[in-house]
Each structure stands twice: as C-alpha cells, then as structure tokens.
C-alpha cells in the first residue's frame, strides 16, 4: 500500500494497522527530531546543506544551510533559525536540491514559523514543490504572512519537515 494512498482517516487507519509491529509513532517535534537523529545514524543515503533565496522579503535574503537528510524515499529537511524584514504575503525558498526534489507535490506540516514578529504557536504549512520551489503558510490552508515585520524561522528545537519522494496519492 502506498503511505496513505487516498488520503483520509480510513487511509491512516489502514496503515497503521499494517504496521501494527510498530509499537508507537512520535507524537511531537521532540520525539520526530531523535527520530529523525536515531535513523541517520543507520540509513542516511544523501546528506547535506544548501542556500535558499526567500521571497516575499525587503531585501534579498538567502537562508543559509538548510541542512539535509535523505533516507531511501524519505527527506527530512531542517531550517535554520533565520528572520528578515517582510514586504509580501508570501514565504518561498528557491533552489532545492535535485536529488531531494518529489515527482508530486508534496505539502507537510511545520512549527516554529515567526510572522511580525511573534512566534507562531500553531502548525503551519510547508509545500514542497517539483520546482524546486518550497512554499510557507501559516496554517493548513497556508494563509499568507503579515507584509511588514518580521518573519522567518524561530528559534525553537526542530523547525524540521519530513516529506516523501513519490506521488503517496497514487497506488504504485
């Protein structure tokens, strides 16, 4: 099956019950980035670091070693702690490496995200692209950032998503 074919509850259901051999998944950000540590040490295929260009700022900011792990069909990404000066309601990082691009768009939650100013304390969204191209959003519909102040990453333990290489919609 592929992970969560359909999307949905009944999908998440379904695949936890296929792998009941797991005993528990990690709950918050904590428990995802020593998950995330532990399985590095045992199967990192790709690992690096790259600079992104942010759009949406005052001034041209690029976001320096965004920090790379790739596991099979996995990637786990980890932002640095990073603000400037907002002009636009977008939040974009360019230049995404090819080896850790998706066939198919891939959208995935992320904390620790700043907008104005002030941390955002609920879940946002990251959008990873085909392109190349990752997109922010303060929420799950990924509303747009404030266009002064500040905004960014914050400073918090793990401003890390988790995305997978392949279309998870379609059945293989």
């Known amino acids: 099956m592929a992970l969560f074919a359909g999307g949905g509850l009944t999908a998440i259901n379904a695949f936890v019950t296929e792998n009941s051999q797991i005993g528990r998944y990690p ?11 532990e399985l590095a040490k045992l199967t990192v295929e790709y690992e690096g670091a790259f600079n992104a260009i942010g759009g949406g700022f005052l001034n041209p900011t690029t976001f320096t070693d965004i920090l790379y792990y ?3 069909k996995i990637v786990a990404l980890k932002f640095p702690v990073q603000e400037d ?21 891939q959208i995935v939650p992320i ?3 700043v ?3 002030t941390p955002i304390t609920t879940c946002g969204q990251c ?26 990453f914050g400073d918090v333990a793990g401003n890390t998503v988790i995305y997978t290489l392949w279309d998870a919609t379609k059945i293989d």
């Open 127 to 152: 959008s990873i692209s085909t392109t190349g191209v990752i997109s922010l959003g303060l929420d799950g519909n990924g509303a747009g950032f404030t266009t002064s102040g500040e905004k960014g």
């Open 111 to 113: 904390v620790g995200l």
């Open 85 to 105: 000066t907002s002009n636009a309601a977008i939040f974009s990082l360019t230049s995404l490496p090819t080896r850790i691009r998706p066939t198919a768009t």
């Open 70 to 72: 790739r596991y099979g």
């Open 27 to 37: 709950t918050n950000q904590r428990e995802w980035s020593y998950f995330v540590k």
């Open 115 to 117: 907008d104005n100013g």
